[in-house]
């Protein structure tokens, strides 16, 4: 390139900057809002991240067609992040500038935590142009303590939260005695193996711990080693983060091994896991969650019929379940604190969540204001046969064993939160 | 102690068995006929759907013969109409053309079958358990992997090494001019061993999906893998793939077992390392931790010190 090109070339790109960028700024114009949702839609976790956009557009069209958003439409721009963080800043700073101010991800804390960051850094250097990230399910407790920002809001209850629920409940079961640990190598996992060490030792100190492996991230293709080290192991519960893939091998080499012991999951109802445990689980899988199928059928309600009903579309137009309650809860609010702060613009909007509680069919659900961690209900359940909605059409179902309160399920943070002026 | 050392072994073998399953058809396209097959893991997820499909209408014992078939027919197919174009420009393009042939199968699979998981699980007449081994059940679908991966190394040496068509084959991929020269099709038997590969993939997919999980995924999940082998084996060595195979499987089954860590030794003869920072999370990670990735480890370490793998016959 001789200096001429390259000067023509450079301020043809600058020329292009500054229109993408003026068109960015003129989004705020427009009758609909954008909201992006950044996860993989390739790769291993391909199936989960395809699942929650299924979720998002199915109760973006419901709250669209029902009332709307402050008068305007929300629009979902689906974007591949190929669970990667690197790939996630990329993802996020196309959705900028397609115009997005809402962002949500949910697959992996160590993405969430760079989404986070990313977003905080891009609204201080333009307070023209905000973004806020809704996170329905990267439940890495650093996200609303040491590492939590304004920007930055959970509907999903974090592993903290989730391993308060089944400690709770372990805690009233006498027959465990020895629980083994094993998680995915990354924040998420390694967190559920920490904490839970911690609360099995205020809240049952006779129980041991027998085991806690990590395992890289959807790397291990036979978790038959894993099993035969449980077995040694004599324990009689697994407590488990592990999702996807890594959930479903896991259980499967334990079935074919014959280890008889009990699961304690976060996603064991998961996207795909339950066909791919198949009648393995039986028995044997528990899952702690805000939503599971045969909730309104165990306790009936008028907004629990509605849900029910919600659950049978989804399943007729996807062939998929119904998985994610929190994504309806999610649009719900967000819908909620766009019609009060009569706007749509992000700081606004952020104000109006914080601190609002919503009725959802399940109970009474609470943004808390210190640390942007929603309050809701969580429910452990156990895959058996014989209820009214099977899932995946495996046959069998989730039946609820217990309930916890949504203030019940709430922890301390550490949070020192800044707020905008 | 033991118990775990019995059964890694055996699980050690078994995942050595299912890997070389899988590399073995690689062996054939990639070190001896010199393709740069970035897809081969692809046609071995096709095997896994393809059977799941068979057996929904046929039962089991049908898939297992039927799904490796059509896919070693599709490997023929793709060798005449695309590769054999491609090949000409060398491996660049060989590797681009397979690696946009993996990402074409991986969406032909999600449309057709979707995102989630297919239901396809050990057939009944052979789910039941093995033998028993100090409490823990071996499964008998397990010693059915152990039978076919056996039976078809042995089938496969033999051809290669002790035929009359597994002369021309060696010859054809070594020697092509002076083998077109007196005869033979050369690039027919490109054509059939391609496809022979690739079948070999598809069974390997068809008796592997059940214990695994049938996903669009699972081609990318082992793809690395597999090349591992290949190379740590040796170029245009069966054998070597054969070996590579149950030392991969072996070392990474044991190493699970293994939660030994740098900063427990030491801290068990009396040096304490600093609990936090870098050393402290550095010295915390036990061998288990990292036995998925020792494969590429050995790997690496391979290519460093031995170029040509184990029984490698060829530097490249």
Same mark, same amino acid.
């Given at each position: 390139?001789?200096?001429?090109?390259? +000067? &023509?070339?450079?301020?043809?790109?600058?020329?292009?900057?500054?229109?993408? *960028?003026?068109?960015?700024?003129?989004?705020?114009?427009?009758?609909?809002?954008?909201?992006?949702?950044?996860?993989?839609?390739?790769?291993?976790?391909?199936?989960?991240?395809?699942?929650?956009?299924?979720?998002?557009?199915? *109760?973006?069209?419901?709250?669209?067609?029902?009332?709307?958003?402050?008068?305007?439409? +929300?629009?979902?721009?689906?974007?591949?992040?190929?669970?990667?963080?690197?790939?996630?800043?990329?993802?996020?700073?196309?959705?900028?500038?397609?115009?997005?101010? *809402?962002? &949500?991800?949910?697959?992996?804390?160590?993405?969430?935590?760079?989404?986070?960051?990313?977003?905080?850094?891009?609204?201080?250097?333009?307070?023209?142009?905000?973004?806020?990230?809704?996170?329905?399910?990267?439940?890495?407790?650093?996200?609303?303590?040491?590492?939590?920002?304004?920007?930055?809001?959970?509907?999903?209850?974090?592993?903290?939260?989730?391993? /308060?629920?089944?400690?709770?409940?372990?805690?009233?079961?006498?027959?465990?005695?020895?629980?083994?640990?094993?998680?995915?190598?990354?924040?998420?996992?390694?967190?559920?193996?920490?904490?839970?060490?911690?609360?099995?030792?205020?809240?049952?100190?006779?129980?041991?711990?027998?085991?806690?492996?990590?395992?890289?991230?959807?790397?291990?293709?036979? *978790?038959?080693?894993?099993?035969?080290?449980?077995?040694?192991?004599?324990?009689?519960?697994?407590?488990?983060?592990?999702?996807?893939?890594?959930?479903?091998?896991?259980?499967?080499?334990?079935?074919?091994?014959?280890?008889?012991?009990?699961?304690?999951?976060?996603?064991?109802?998961? +996207?795909?896991?339950?066909?791919?445990?198949?009648?393995?689980?039986?028995?044997?899988?528990?899952?702690?969650?805000?939503?599971?199928?045969? +909730?309104?059928?165990?306790?009936?309600?008028?907004?629990?019929?509605?849900?029910?009903?919600?659950?049978?579309?989804?399943?007729?137009?996807?062939?998929?379940?119904?998985?994610?309650?929190?994504?309806?809860?999610?649009?719900?609010?967000?819908?909620?604190?766009?019609?009060?702060?009569?706007?749509? /613009?992000?700081?606004?909007?952020?104000?109006?969540?914080?601190?609002?509680?919503?009725?959802?069919?399940?109970?009474?659900?609470?943004?808390?204001?210190?640390?942007?961690?929603?309050?809701?209900?969580?429910?452990?359940? &156990?895959?058996?046969?014989?209820?009214?909605?099977?899932?995946?059409?495996?046959?069998?179902?989730?039946?609820?064993?217990?309930?916890?309160?949504?203030?019940? &399920?709430?922890?301390?943070?550490?949070?020192?939160?800044?707020?905008?002026? | 102690?033991?118990?775990?050392?019995?059964?890694?072994?055996?699980? @050690?073998?078994?995942? @050595?068995?299912?890997?070389?399953?899988?590399?073995?058809?690689?062996?054939?396209?990639?070190?001896?006929?010199?393709?740069?097959?970035?897809a081969h893991a692809s046609f071995f997820m096709l095997g896994a759907y393809f059977a799941y499909q068979i057996s929904t209408v046929t039962g089991f014992w049908i898939a297992l013969i039927l799904a490796p078939l059509l896919v070693g027919?599709?490997?023929?197919? #793709?060798? $005449?109409?695309?590769? $054999?174009?491609?090949?000409?420009?060398?491996?660049?393009a060989e590797l681009l053309f397979t690696f946009g042939l993996a990402f074409l199968i991986e969406e032909i699979v999600v449309m057709i079958w979707g995102r989630i998981p297919v239901d396809y699980g050990v057939p009944a007449d052979l789910?039941?358990?093995? %033998?028993?081994?100090?409490?823990?059940?071996?499964?008998?679908?397990?010693?059915?992997?152990?039978? #076919?991966?056996?039976?078809?190394?042995?089938?496969? %040496?033999?051809?290669?090494?002790?035929? $009359?068509?597994?002369?021309?084959?060696?010859?054809?991929?070594?020697?092509? =001019?002076?083998?077109?020269?007196?005869?033979?099709?050369?690039?027919?038997?490109?054509?059939?061993? %391609?496809?022979? @590969?690739?079948?070999?993939?598809?069974?390997?997919?068809?008796?592997? @999906?059940?214990?695994?999980?049938?996903?669009?995924?699972?081609?990318?999940?082992?793809?690395?893998?597999?090349?591992?082998?290949?190379?740590?084996?040796?170029?245009?060595?069966?054998?070597?793939?054969?070996? !590579?195979?149950?030392?991969?499987?072996?070392?990474?089954?044991?190493?699970?077992?293994? =939660?030994?860590?740098?900063?427990?030794?030491? !801290?068990?003869?009396?040096?304490?390392?600093?609990? =936090?920072?870098?050393?402290?999370? %550095?010295? $915390?990670?036990?061998?288990?931790?990292?036995?998925?990735?020792?494969?590429?480890?050995m790997l690496v370490l391979m290519l460093i010190f031995r170029p040509k793998g184990l029984m490698g016959t060829r530097e490249s």
């Amino acid at each position: 390139m001789t200096p001429k090109t390259t +000067l &023509t070339a450079m301020t043809s790109a600058i020329a292009l900057a500054v229109a993408a *960028f003026g068109m960015a700024g003129a989004a705020y114009a427009e009758d609909t809002i954008k909201i992006a949702y950044i996860d993989p839609l390739s790769g291993p976790f391909a199936n989960v991240g395809d699942a929650g956009a299924k979720h998002f557009s199915y *109760f973006i069209d419901y709250f669209n067609a029902n009332g709307g958003f402050n008068g305007k439409k +929300l629009e979902l721009i689906a974007i591949d992040n190929k669970s990667s963080p690197k790939d996630s800043l990329v993802a996020l700073k196309s959705a900028i500038d397609q115009g997005a101010h *809402f962002i &949500t991800q949910g697959n992996g804390s160590h993405v969430g935590a760079a989404l986070s960051e990313a977003v905080a850094k891009h609204n201080e250097r333009n307070p023209d142009n905000r973004v806020l990230y809704l996170n329905y399910a990267a439940v890495d407790p650093a996200l609303t303590n040491d590492a939590c920002n304004f920007w930055h809001f959970r509907f999903d209850a974090n592993s903290d939260m989730k391993l /308060e629920a089944i400690t709770n409940y372990i805690k009233d079961q006498p027959a465990v005695k020895k629980v083994y640990l094993i998680n995915m190598d990354y924040s998420h996992g390694q967190s559920v193996s920490k904490i839970a060490r911690k609360l099995l030792n205020e809240k049952r100190p006779d129980i041991e711990v027998v085991g806690d492996d990590l395992h890289p991230v959807g790397k291990v293709k036979d *978790f038959s080693p894993y099993i035969s080290k449980i077995k040694a192991s004599g324990a009689d519960t697994v407590i488990t983060g592990n999702w996807g893939a890594d959930l479903s091998l896991l259980v499967k080499a334990s079935a074919s091994a014959g280890l008889d012991v009990q699961y304690y999951t976060y996603y064991g109802g998961g +996207l795909g896991t339950p066909v791919a445990i198949g009648a393995a689980g039986e028995g044997k899988v528990k899952q702690v969650t805000e939503w599971h199928a045969n +909730l309104p059928v165990e306790t009936p309600s008028d907004q629990g019929k509605v849900l029910e009903d919600a659950y049978v579309a989804f399943l007729q137009k996807y062939d998929l379940d119904f998985y994610y309650g929190r994504i309806r809860t999610m649009l719900g609010m967000l819908q909620e604190a766009m019609n009060q702060a009569k706007s749509d /613009e992000p700081v606004a909007v952020a104000k109006a969540l914080e601190g609002m509680t919503y009725q959802t069919a399940m109970g009474p659900v609470t943004m808390r204001a210190d640390d942007h961690q929603l309050a809701q209900p969580l429910f452990i359940s &156990t895959f058996v046969k014989g209820v009214k909605y099977d899932t995946e059409h495996t046959g069998l179902g989730w039946k609820t064993d217990a309930k916890i309160d949504g203030p019940a &399920t709430e922890t301390s943070t550490t949070c020192k939160m800044q707020r905008p002026s | 102690m033991l118990e775990i050392l019995v059964f890694s072994l055996l699980n @050690g073998v078994l995942f @050595g068995m299912l890997l070389f399953m899988l590399s073995s058809g690689l062996t054939l396209i990639f070190s001896m006929m010199g393709v740069l097959n970035f897809a081969h893991a692809s046609f071995f997820m096709l095997g896994a759907y393809f059977a799941y499909q068979i057996s929904t209408v046929t039962g089991f014992w049908i898939a297992l013969i039927l799904a490796p078939l059509l896919v070693g027919g599709i490997g023929m197919l #793709i060798e $005449r109409y695309g590769l $054999r174009r491609v090949h000409k420009y060398g491996h660049v393009a060989e590797l681009l053309f397979t690696f946009g042939l993996a990402f074409l199968i991986e969406e032909i699979v999600v449309m057709i079958w979707g995102r989630i998981p297919v239901d396809y699980g050990v057939p009944a007449d052979l789910n039941f358990t093995f %033998f028993t081994l100090l409490g823990t059940n071996f499964p008998a679908y397990r010693a059915f992997i152990l039978l #076919i991966a056996v039976m078809m190394f042995a089938a496969l %040496f033999l051809t290669i090494t002790r035929t $009359r068509i597994g002369l021309i084959i060696q010859a054809a991929l070594t020697h092509p =001019d002076m083998v077109a020269a007196l005869g033979h099709n050369v690039p027919r038997v490109f054509m059939m061993v %391609f496809g022979g @590969g690739t079948a070999l993939a598809a069974l390997a997919g068809v008796i592997g @999906g059940p214990i695994l999980v049938t996903e669009p995924g699972m081609a990318f999940l082992l793809g690395p893998i597999i090349f591992v082998v290949v190379v740590f084996g040796g170029m245009g060595s069966l054998g070597g793939a054969f070996v !590579a195979s149950l030392l991969i499987g072996v070392i990474q089954t044991l190493a699970v077992a293994l =939660d030994w860590s740098l900063g427990g030794t030491l !801290a068990a003869i009396g040096i304490n390392l600093p609990v =936090d920072g870098f050393i402290g999370t %550095f010295s $915390r990670i036990t061998v288990s931790q990292t036995a998925p990735i020792l494969p590429y480890l050995m790997l690496v370490l391979m290519l460093i010190f031995r170029p040509k793998g184990l029984m490698g016959t060829r530097e490249s």
